[in-house]
């Protein structure tokens, strides 16, 4: 790789960890409800809505009540996807007159959408409504991201309270996180993004002409959309000539921006952040992938801000930044190798187009590898699953990095708040295992770690391991699972264990060649967003429930402190092995022998 490279790299790192303080300090005040500069612009918006709503934004609720309407607003906000999308042939803002959207997708996106996964088993321009992608995904894209912001406002609450039984207000902490969080800075980035060339209309789409028309032997499909074969095995295909070209727009711009602020990642187009028109030019580029950790860094001052020691929440940040720095290299590293079967034919792979300088299969030319190794590991840091190229023509390491990083539970980073209240609850295991190590009953800022909290806190970390690797082996013990794999064997695997790993991640992105958009999948897939989503937020809800009654206890000569690089390091230790030790068997079928095969084919 070359300097120019490790610079491009080196000053994304920079610029996030620069801009995490002050938006950290504004944030935490706008939970804390101290006057910001937003407050006499939005502030009667806010008053307005809690009327209209009948909320009484004084009144705070324990964990139980706090979690129902949690899951109450989220099931609905489901339930309105799902009813857009299947009559989506009758609404209005549907130009390309775009039929209803099949149960079994309509269950699959709802959920997607529902649980900030954005996991997508259809083409947005050639499947979704102008109405279904703003009305539905894209406020979904909003909330979805509120709701991990405000779990990790609530635990947050809970350890810097004493004796107390309430943890927040959700109605409130949801409408503050829209109004004075996410709204501004979409509205903002959005602005940019059009600047940039990134489409924004209503209008249909334009059909216009070629400059010389194309023959190709177009694949025949039976009723169910399934390819039709020969007796042979083979497509059955016809002539055909295609001399116009439909060109897809829509309302693209405000969807971009929150689904790359609210780690949402849901793309207008199928392409996502490869297309053109939602990521013409390396301005935006470089502002969408800083956007996807943007608020996950800067949370981890707001709660360092809250508890009232700000070191906590830079020791968060380190431990995430030494594990997203590390993988970012080993991934821009194995893409700048090439691949060295092609080296074996003779190809110079510095020199040459095919591969200038690395492994160019699957990413834009405009981007490049250093730029399409970033997105990919910041993506999968974060719960976000956008891409700028396709993760499925990574080498078998470079593939291994996101993979990896969704298989740690999504922590490094992570998605808007859900990183963060997954990282500390692997914070809760760290200090309880120190604990064990010197016999003394571990704490966490002043608050005694007992064993109702050690179960909350396991529940969250083992179920997105358990959920990833419980689908993969029904997916891959099914033949309706196996003939959804476009390549064999390790790779073949590789597809299924990225898939689940990335719906109990919550993350979205893919592995493409897999075919998901089938009654199985998306079922399965579907059925593991939901539980890798809420099994983790109830859990953590429950554990700030416990937390928020006990006193704090004064640091003592055993005390952990939980701030200094020597605690930095043993978080990222028990977050590694943790990952390594569940995932490495699963790992070794894939994308490890599959390295293996590609130095040794024979």
């Known amino acids: 790789m070359s300097g120019n490279g490790y610079l491009q790299l080196a000053f994304y790192v920079v610029v996030l960890i620069g801009l995490a303080k002050p938006l950290g300090a504004y944030m935490a005040r706008v939970y804390e409800g101290r006057p910001s500069f937003l407050s006499r612009i939005v502030g009667p918006f806010e008053r307005l809505i809690y009327r209209a709503c009948g909320v009484d934004a004084s009144k705070e609720t324990n964990w139980v009540g706090y979690t129902i309407a949690l899951l109450v607003f989220n099931l609905f906000g489901g339930l309105v996807v799902y009813g857009l999308q299947r009559l989506q042939a009758y609404l209005p803002f549907n130009p390309a007159g775009m039929a209803a959207v099949t149960p079994d997708s309509s269950f699959n996106t709802a959920v997607s959408f529902m649980t900030n996964t954005n996991w997508q088993g259809y083409g947005g321009e050639s499947t979704m409504s102008y109405l279904s992608q703003m009305a539905g995904l894209t406020v979904q894209n909003f909330v979805s991201a509120a709701t991990g912001i405000v779990v990790v406002i609530a635990l947050t609450r809970a350890l810097a309270r004493q004796s107390a039984s309430t943890i927040g207000n959700f109605w409130v902490d949801l409408t503050r996180t829209v109004l004075y969080i996410l709204l501004p800075l979409a509205f903002v980035l959005a602005l940019v993004l059009v600047s940039q060339g990134v489409v924004q209309t209503f209008e249909a789409y334009p059909t216009v002409p070629l400059s010389e028309s194309v023959q190709y032997d177009q694949a025949q499909t039976d009723a169910d959309g399934q390819p039709l074969k020969d007796a042979a095995g083979n497509p059955v295909t016809k002539p055909a000539t295609q001399s116009e070209q439909v060109i897809a727009v829509g309302p693209a711009a405000s969807q971009i921006s929150i689904k790359q602020l609210g780690t949402n990642g849901g793309g207008f187009f199928n392409a996502n952040s490869a297309h053109p028109f939602e990521n013409p030019t390396p301005l935006s580029n470089f502002l969408e992938v800083l956007a996807i ?310």
Request: aromatic share 10%.
């Open 293 to 602: 950790l943007l608020i996950p860094a800067a949370l981890c001052y707001t709660f360092g801000a809250m508890v009232g020691d700000t070191r906590q929440g830079w020791a968060l940040l380190a431990a995430m930044t030494i594990v997203f720095v590390v993988l970012l290299g080993v991934c821009a590293w194995s893409e700048n190798q090439g691949n060295p079967q092609l080296t074996a034919l003779g190809v110079d792979q510095t020199t040459t187009a095919l591969q200038p300088g690395g492994n160019m299969e699957g990413k834009e030319t405009r981007f490049g590898i250093v730029n399409s190794a970033l997105w990919a590991t910041a993506t999968t840091a974060a719960s976000n699953g956008s891409v700028n190229s396709m993760h499925d023509s990574f080498t078998p390491l470079g593939g291994l990095v996101p993979m990896w990083l969704m298989q740690l539970g999504e922590v490094i980073f992570g998605g808007v708040g859900s990183g963060l209240y997954g990282m500390l609850m692997f914070v809760v295991v760290a200090v309880f295992v120190a604990g064990l190590m010197i016999g003394r009953t571990p704490e966490y800022l002043g608050k005694k770690i007992e064993a109702y909290e050690m179960k909350m806190a396991s529940i969250a970390v083992l179920m997105p391991l358990f959920t990833a690797l419980f689908g993969t082996a029904v997916a891959v013990s099914l033949d309706v699972g196996k003939s959804g794999v476009a390549n064999p064997a390790a790779h073949g695997f590789s597809e299924i264990l990225y898939a689940f790993s990335s719906a109990s991640g919550n993350n979205g992105s893919a592995f493409a060649g897999l075919s998901a958009n089938t009654p199985f999948y998306n079922t399965a897939i579907g059925v593991v967003m939901f539980f890798a989503r809420y099994w983790i937020i109830v859990p953590v809800l429950a554990f700030a429930g416990s937390v928020v009654a006990k006193k704090r206890v004064p640091a003592g000569a055993g005390t952990l402190p939980t701030h200094t690089m020597l605690f930095v390091f043993w978080l990222v230790g028990v977050v590694i092995v943790i990952g390594a030790l569940t995932f490495f068997p699963a790992l070794a079928l894939g994308p490890i022998v599959e390295h293996l095969q590609l130095y040794h084919p024979g």
